[in-house]
């Protein structure tokens, strides 16, 4: 299976600071057809989880535009320009150019 | 309105099954692919399960690969999860969530809890 590793575990940011998250891959996860399926998912307390990017750099609908994601092969950025306090909870990777799909063991981000 | 209504959490012992529910309504359940994902207390998300809109393809996680069934009738609007010889590490949260995890429209239940316990 391939595994995901995220960096770092927790993640304190001042608001209106900017926070990158690394997700590292056990393997590329450049698929047959040319595409990364390299998604990042977030998940506020006390909330379902909810997908943030797809395909390493497309924002899903409604996503606001101070979240981009960038990489490419096995190593993937999440970045938020300024955090605002709406973006407290843990973040997720997570490869579907394989099957079993894996997550990443995510990222807390908190306010200083 | 989009809804998605887990159901059949419930406190169960160990060796024990248990049969997980997930009831669409909104939408044309029969057109979406539909995942089983779920959530150990404080920890960290787990994929499980995949189905394909017909039932025809259906992928598990290898930790739940030969113990948990995957499951749908479109006629009924409901996807299911049926998981037997339950383990202390299966208590978690479970989420139905319809679409694929990695492209398109993606819609998430709010979860229903399952306990492993003697």
């Known amino acids: 299976d391939v595994v995901m590793t995220q960096s770092p575990l927790s993640l304190p940011v001042t608001l209106g600071q900017a926070a990158s998250i690394s997700c590292r891959s056990s393997?590329?996860?450049?698929?047959?057809?040319?595409?990364?399926?390299l998604n990042w998912f977030q998940q506020r307390p006390g909330q379902s989880p909810r997908r943030l990017i797809y395909?390493?750099?497309n924002r899903d609908s409604g996503v606001p535009e101070r979240f981009s994601g960038s990489g490419s092969g096995t190593d993937f950025t999440l970045k938020i320009t300024r955090v605002e306090a709406e973006d407290v909870g843990v973040y997720y990777c997570?490869?579907?150019?394989?099957?079993?799909?894996?997550f990443g063991g995510g990222t807390k981000v908190e306010i200083k | 309105e989009v809804q998605l209504v887990e159901s059949g959490g419930d406190l169960v012992q160990p060796g024990g099954s248990l049969r997980l529910s997930c009831a669409a309504s909104?939408?044309?359940?029969?057109?979406?692919?539909m995942n089983w994902v779920r959530q150990a207390p404080g920890k960290g998300l787990e994929w499980l399960s995949y189905?394909?809109?017909?039932?025809?393809?259906?992928y598990y996680a290898d930790s739940v690969k030969g113990r948990f069934t995957i499951s749908r009738d479109n006629d009924k609007n409901s996807l299911c999860l049926q998981m037997n010889s339950l383990r202390a590490e299966d208590t978690a949260m479970y989420y139905c969530?319809?679409?694929?995890?990695?492209?398109?429209?993606?819609?998430w239940g709010r979860g229903t809890l399952v306990t492993v316990s003697s």
């Open positions: 969530a319809r679409g694929d995890l990695w492209f398109g429209e993606l819609f």
């Open positions: 909104g939408f044309t359940f029969s057109s979406y692919n």
């Open positions: 189905i394909t809109s017909s039932g025809s393809t259906r």
């Open positions: 393997q590329s996860l450049v698929y047959s057809d040319g595409n990364t399926y």
């Open positions: 395909k390493v750099s």
């Open positions: 997570m490869q579907a150019t394989h099957w079993p799909l894996t």
